[in-house]
């Protein structure tokens, strides 16, 4: 179901449910959004490794 539907019911189920998954979303893409700016900064300063 989509919640366009007109048969979706927002229940306490549903809101919980939906809050807990966009909570870990934000989360996990937070994350990755961090790593890949310090990738870009620490590239940026030259900070990378050197054994080539």
């Known amino acids: 179901m989509f ?6 019911i927002w229940d306490a189920g549903h809101l919980v449910f939906h809050g807990g ?6 989360i996990m893409g937070l994350g990755v959004t961090y ?6 900064v620490d ?7 050197h054994h080539h």
């Open 3 to 8: 919640p366009f539907n007109f048969e979706w």
């Open 21 to 26: 998954l966009w909570y870990a979303l934000s």
């Open 35 to 40: 790593c890949i700016v310090k990738a870009l």
């Open 43 to 49: 590239t940026a300063k030259g900070k990378g490794a």
